[in-house]
């Protein structure tokens, strides 16, 4: 069993505490866990399994944390409940695994069930989302950029329709989420000063069924008003393509449609012309994250904040690049 350099610091103060008779949690990797093999003991708090983005990096973690990279990985899947995902972590922290890694459903929330990651001498990597929490509670982060993802699609908004005085309705990602509060962000600045209106912005939780029925309720109150639909992920916007052919509205062409994300069913989708642009966010933590792990738990020194690029995608390059992508 690898000890990390914090695992080291706990072990220093479990025997302290048994030498002076008082009860503690348990070391890292000290719970039973894999004790006495070589492989690092993680447990991965994923938010649940909202999107086609979401299998893919669940795809990607469980691959990248295999036995034979080392590692012995426990997978706990939240259904989008933040108590649940807590819930999860303090389980990692009283079986005693040597890391854990957390994709945080919300960005608050977070500060005494890090500390108590911090103090059972656990490190924590956070992949995909940040949080709000103070960065000394946790020992990295691999993610994507969200608000240059929004500042990209709001871009590509005032670039086709400022000047044309365009209807835009949003569906937004989960609520509390930083992905969905910092492309927000990115796409209010990127179209702040045109004269694009933002008719109605609600959560339709990056799923698909929340993206039809939110797109269900703005078609009966806008009806044919509606020029543009922003949607935080493409899950959301795949299921605004039935409520909108539904209605009788051809998607991609009544209304335009630009959403983030590029996975299959989305690119799928615009190299159909159904919608009209999308922003990357790249899945593929897996790798970035392991090694994180890894060096982590050597007691190595790593960077706070890992940023994996993105593309963004228009119809044409999605048609010429739909079958060589990975997801
Ligand atoms: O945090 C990344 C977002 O979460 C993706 O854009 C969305 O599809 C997923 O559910």
């Not at 979401?54 to 990248?64: H, I």
């Not at 835009?168 to 989960?174: A, D, K, S």
Request: one cysteine or more.
């Amino acid at each position: 069993m690898k000890k990390s350099i914090f695992a080291a610091a706990a072990m220093l103060g479990a025997l302290a505490m048994v030498a002076t008779g008082c009860a503690g949690g348990g070391a890292p990797g000290a719970g039973g866990n894999g004790g006495g093999s070589d492989l690092i003991t993680v447990g991965f708090a994923q938010t649940g399994s909202e999107s086609g983005w979401r299998a893919a990096n669940t795809e990607s973690m469980k691959k990248a944390f295999s036995e034979e990279n080392g590692f012995k990985l426990t997978f706990n899947a939240a259904d989008n409940k933040q108590e649940a995902q807590i819930s999860a972590v303090r389980n990692f922290i009283n079986q005693g695994v040597d890391a854990i890694v957390i994709a945080p459903i919300t960005v608050d929330g977070w500060d005494d069930v890090l500390k108590e990651a911090k103090d059972a001498g656990i490190p924590v990597i956070l992949e995909d989302r940040t949080v709000s929490a103070s960065d000394d509670l946790y020992a990295s982060w691999v993610g994507l950029d969200f608000e240059q993802e929004g500042r990209t699609a709001g871009e590509w908004v005032k670039e086709n329709f400022d000047g044309k005085g365009a209807n835009l309705v949003v569906l937004e990602g989960t609520t509390g989420s930083s992905a969905a509060l910092d492309r927000a962000t990115g796409f209010d600045e990127a179209i702040k000063g045109t004269d694009v209106k933002v008719m109605d912005s609600q959560t339709g939780d990056f799923t698909r069924d929340g993206g039809k029925k939110v797109m269900e309720g703005y078609l009966q109150k806008y009806g044919k008003d509606i020029n543009v639909l922003f949607a935080h992920n493409d899950d959301m916007g795949l299921g605004a393509l039935d409520a909108i052919k539904a209605a009788g509205l051809t998607p991609g062409k009544d209304i335009q449609i630009v959403t983030i994300d590029a996975v299959k069913d989305g690119m799928t989708a615009l190299a159909n012309g159904e919608f009209n642009f999308i922003v990357e966010c790249n899945p593929l933590l897996g790798e970035k994250a392991a090694a994180l792990v890894k060096d982590v738990v050597d007691g190595k020194t790593v960077e706070k904040r890992t940023i994996v690029e993105d593309q963004s995608f228009t119809q044409e390059q999605a048609a010429e690049v739909l079958d060589s992508r990975p997801y």
